[in-house]
């Protein structure tokens, strides 16, 4: 079964850095495309980033220039590089994978402090 697991989230000031990562298990990963999405406190999910099988990448108008989503295929893991973190990021994020089999992780906080 898909097993999705986040992790690197935590407390950071404003202008900060993180680097999230998302171990991906229970289905071929590199055939797979795979996402960030992200959902603050009384608002929907959003998409963050996404990355195709072949590695092409698409982000949502608020990070373009200060995230990046990558892909390590040997180590069936996606990452999302935050810079230039603001309030407005604060959110828990999920990892998503999208393909022949669909699954979300269960996500983990980001709170950016001003």
């Known amino acids: 079964q898909v097993q999705l697991v986040e992790s690197g989230g935590g407390l950071v000031q404003a202008g900060g850095s993180l680097r999230l990562s998302c171990a991906a298990s229970?289905?071929?990963?590199?055939?797979?495309?795979m996402g960030w999405y992200r959902q603050a406190p009384g608002k929907q999910r959003d998409l963050v980033a996404t990355i195709t099988s072949s590695g092409s990448t698409n982000y949502a108008d608020s990070v373009k220039g200060r995230f990046t989503i990558s892909r390590d295929n040997a180590k069936n893991t996606v990452y999302l590089q935050m810079n230039s973190l603001s309030p407005e990021d604060t959110a828990i994020y999920y990892c998503q994978t999208q393909g022949y089999v669909n699954g979300w992780g269960r996500g983990t906080q980001v709170t950016v402090s001003s």
């Open positions: 229970g289905f071929i990963f590199r055939v797979n495309a």
